[in-house]
Every structure is written in structure tokens, then in C-alpha cells.
């Protein structure tokens, strides 16, 4: 995380070695967003706690997504919590098996969630609980479902998007199904919206919340003409990742970390032509994996 948005981020806590973070705007949020939830429960003390069972909830779903892209291989060692949730920083191994279960497990902790809600919820009714506490254990399905509901929606970059991405990765490959799944994203963000104000819901949240989306379509659309244009350039026979199985490109794509010359290391030993310093690991630009130059090696 670079320093600027560090500076943006409070540090809550590290587990499993992913660290959480708070955007500072998050505070900001709560205050209002408290402030018009009054009237749900008899005291503060339950609005409080249903708006941090809220993102309790969202952290959940996130880890889902870290420790299953970390199961298959991948890099993911930071959450970020803001007021529209969470984000999950995930880099899955470039492969449509991987990247599917990434971002399934998410989803697949709400689905968790929803079951145990369900099945405790109805036991509540005549129980010795507070009506306050039953009420708000009913919320919280309420909340869960919701949150399922709306994650599963095909639109990029939500999950219900970038689950469908990963499924038409196994048909399309890597760059057209990214351009069909943004292409669908920016067809159904409109869609949203023009759903919303015909029904008179049309807020503030969601627009910035179409913002964002639509944002990140366009960087799908931009990801995509890359992928497309990575598949098509020359590779070296006889070498893999040892982690994604990707041939490396024939390009000046690595640098020596000595004399910071960019060149071929594959067409070079690993060995930087102009200093001669050796580099202990090669990283790999479509995993962005580090490996001993002679894993690289088929065998």
C-alpha cells in the first residue's frame, strides 16, 4: 500500500496474516447513517451495534474471498472496510478455476450466514431474549440477505459479475470474457439506476455506487485490450511459472534490481547483461509470483 493511501487507513487488527483496515470517511459515514436509524430500536446502544454487526458481516464475506484466493495459490493480505463496504485485495493465480473459487467464497459466507440465521431466528419468538435482541438478530438475516442478494447481481465488478467473468473464462478466455463481463457490467449498472429512479429510491449512495461500478468497468474494458494484447506477443519455449504455468514473454520485461537496466532475463540466464549481477528470483508478470530461475525450467 503506498504511502498516500496508507495515510487514508486506520490499522484495526491482523489475522491469518491479512491485516484490516479502516477508511477514515467510514467514521464520517456512521455518524449519519446512525443519526437516521434512530428510530429502529428504543435505545443508541442497538443502532450501534446492527451497524457494526453490518461490517461484520462485510468482513466476513471478504476474509472468505482472501483465505480461498490464498488456498489456490494466490496473494491476499489486506482488507479495507469504507462506507460502502469492503474490499478484499486478491490476486489469484491467472487461471479461470482459481480466480471462480476466489471470489465464490464470498458469496459462500453469506450463503453460511443465511442458513445459521434461519434455522436460530424462529426458536427466538416467546424465548426470554429482549425484543430488542430478537428484533435485531431478525435484522441482521435481513441485512445478510441483502448484502447476498445484491453481491449476486451480474454485474462487474460485483461478485455475481466476476463469478460470471470466471465461468465464461473457460469458454472465451482470459481478455474476451473481461470485455463481455464489463460490457454486461456497464449494461446492468444502467439498468440499476433506471430501475431505481422509476421506483423513487434513487439516492445518493447509489448513484455513487454506479459511479464506482461504471469506474470499474472501464478499467475491465482497459484490462481486457491488455490481456489481449499480452496473449499475442512472443514466448520462450522451454520455460513456465511454476506457479500459473505461463510462458514468459520474449520482452525487456524484467529489471536488474543492481543497476535497474531493464532486459530479457530468460534470453539471458537470469544474468543482467550490463552489470552481470545475478538475480536471486525471477517474478512472473501474470502471477506477479517470484520463483528461483531454475523452477522455471521445463522438465
Known sequence: MGSGMSQQQFRLFRVFGITVFLHWSWFLVAVYELSQRSSQYPSLG??????????????????????????????????????????AFVNPPPRAGAVLWSIAAGPLVNVGLLVLLSVVNPFLHGSALPASAVHFLWRLWWINFSLLAFNLLPIYPLDGGQILRALLWFVLGRSRSLYVAATLGVVGTAGLVVFA????????????????????????????KNLSALAKMPRHAGFACPSCRAQPLQARAWVCPDCRQPFDTFAHGAVCPGCGGASPVTGCPECRQAHPFAEWVCR
Not at 461500478?213 to 484490462?223: H, N, V
Open 197 to 224: 429512479v422509476a421506483r423513487h429510491f434513487f439516492s445518493f449512495w447509489i448513484g455513487i455506487m454506479a459511479f464506482f461500478l461504471l469506474s470499474q468497468c472501464w478499467r475491465g474494458f482497459r484490462e481486457a
Open 46 to 87: 442497538w443502532n450501534i451495534a446492527e451497524y457494526l454487526a453490518l461490517f461484520g458481516i462485510v468482513l466476513l464475506h471478504e476474509f472468505g474471498h482472501s483465505l480461498a484466493c490464498r488456498q489456490v495459490g494466490g496473494n491476499a493480505d489486506q482488507i479495507i472496510l469504507w462506507p460502502l463496504g469492503g474490499v
